[in-house]
């Protein structure tokens, strides 16, 4: 529970304390810090407000999911895209991470 330079320039310190840390520390921790369930630091709003559960799977859906790094390793470890980063959300954000799918799949259709 130390966080990264992220944390520091993006979550929220207090008195030198990581109180709100960056995404992929709370990921890291198991979406755990100081003894709370914690979903990092919202990088949609950018005040320093901890993420919704909405918030940290559009991040996921959005931003990270297009990465061409992140294709490959889903690719490697053979398993779907979507699969793959439904590991990087907690279990209780995978529902929502399914919703938004379903929704982007029939408008794109
Ligand atoms: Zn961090």
Same mark, same amino acid.
């Given at each position: 529970?130390?966080?990264?330079?992220?944390?520091?320039?993006?979550?929220? +310190?207090? /008195?030198?304390?990581? +109180?709100?840390?960056?995404?992929?520390?709370?990921?890291?921790?198991?979406?755990?810090?100081?003894?709370?369930?914690?979903?990092?630091?919202? +990088?949609? +709003?950018?005040?320093? /407000? *901890?993420?919704?559960?909405?918030?940290?799977?559009?991040?996921l859906y959005f931003e990270i999911r297009e990465r /061409?790094?992140i294709k /490959?390793?889903?690719?490697?470890?053979?398993?779907?895209l979507d699969?793959?980063c439904?590991?990087?959300?907690?279990? *209780?954000?995978?529902?929502?991470?399914?919703?938004?799918? *379903?929704?982007?799949? *029939?408008?794109?259709?």
């Amino acid at each position: 529970m130390e966080g990264c330079d992220n944390c520091l320039a993006y979550g929220r +310190v207090v /008195e030198g304390k990581i +109180v709100l840390p960056c995404q992929n520390c709370a990921l890291e921790n198991n979406w755990m810090w100081n003894g709370k369930r914690c979903y990092g630091v919202s +990088v949609f +709003v950018g005040n320093k /407000e *901890e993420a919704t559960i909405n918030e940290l799977v559009q991040c996921l859906y959005f931003e990270i999911r297009e990465r /061409e790094g992140i294709k /490959e390793i889903a690719k490697k470890n053979n398993i779907s895209l979507d699969e793959y980063c439904k590991t990087m959300i907690p279990e *209780e954000a995978r529902v929502y991470y399914d919703e938004l799918n *379903e929704h982007i799949t *029939e408008i794109s259709n």
